[in-house]
């Protein structure tokens, strides 16, 4: 299956809110509820921050939100601090009964 | 504390094998299925096999069938990934990642070259 599809950079300054975007079908995203984003810096693991689309795990910040509506998912963090600069990348669960990924979105703090 | 730990990564000639381990703790591996993923230099993250918890049922990426083999432990709590006939393509990162790509490990390396 091919690869979501994401901005491959964003940017913003200190307190301002972003968006990130996850474009995929009617066979991963359009069709399940199974959407995760993660954050990854340089020489990292990837970290959830979403799954399931809208829900946070226990001790992610609450100015990580996630959206879906038909086959794009979205991610917007609020209040942007230095330390979200970062690697974002979506996944979803398909009807192949695997998870695809997104390509990944910089996100640079000015 | 989930904890997730990988170990068997390298370097290798191309053709050649490797054998990468996770070792599980923190959750009831035994309840979960279990990932490895990989990730190559500057690219996004990909699925490369999954098992169930019973080990009865497996995937592969096509780009792994019939080189890859996934197996798991419960006793041991670790799940394995024996890699043969290695090619320069599947250099990258690889994680193993618990049900739902929650929980991740650090990474182990393999890099393929001669």
């Known amino acids: 299956q091919s690869a979501l599809t994401q901005p491959a950079s964003v940017s913003g300054s200190p307190g301002q809110s972003i968006t990130i975007s996850c474009t995929g079908t009617?066979?991963?995203?359009?069709?399940?509820?199974?959407v995760s984003w993660y954050q990854q810096h340089p020489g990292k693991a990837p970290k959830l921050m979403i799954h399931d689309a809208t829900y946070r795990p226990s001790g992610v910040s609450n100015r990580f939100s996630g959206s879906k509506s038909g086959n794009t998912a979205s991610l917007t963090i609020s209040g942007l601090q230095a330390e979200d600069e970062a690697d974002y990348y979506c996944?979803?669960?398909?009807?192949?009964?695997?998870?695809?990924f997104g390509g990944g979105t910089k996100l640079t703090v000015l | 504390e989930v904890q997730l730990v990988e170990s068997g990564g390298g370097l290798v000639q191309p053709g050649g094998s490797l054998r990468l381990s996770c070792a599980a703790s923190?959750?009831?591996?035994?309840?979960?299925?279990m990932h490895w993923v990989r990730q190559a230099p500057g690219k996004g993250p990909v699925c490369v096999s999954h098992?169930?918890?019973?080990?009865?049922?497996?995937y592969y990426a096509d780009s792994v069938k019939g080189r890859f083999t996934i197996s798991r432990d419960n006793a041991k709590n670790t799940v394995y990934l024996q890699m043969n006939s290695l090619r320069a393509d599947d250099t990258a990162v690889y994680y193993c990642?618990?049900?739902?790509?929650?929980?991740w490990g650090q990474g182990t390396l393999v890099t393929v070259s001669s």
């Open positions: 996944s979803s669960f398909t009807s192949s009964g695997t998870w695809v």
């Open positions: 990642a618990n049900e739902g790509l929650r929980d």
């Open positions: 098992i169930n918890k019973e080990a009865t049922s497996t």
């Open positions: 009617s066979n991963d995203i359009g069709f399940y509820n199974y």
């Open positions: 923190g959750f009831t591996f035994s309840s979960s299925w």
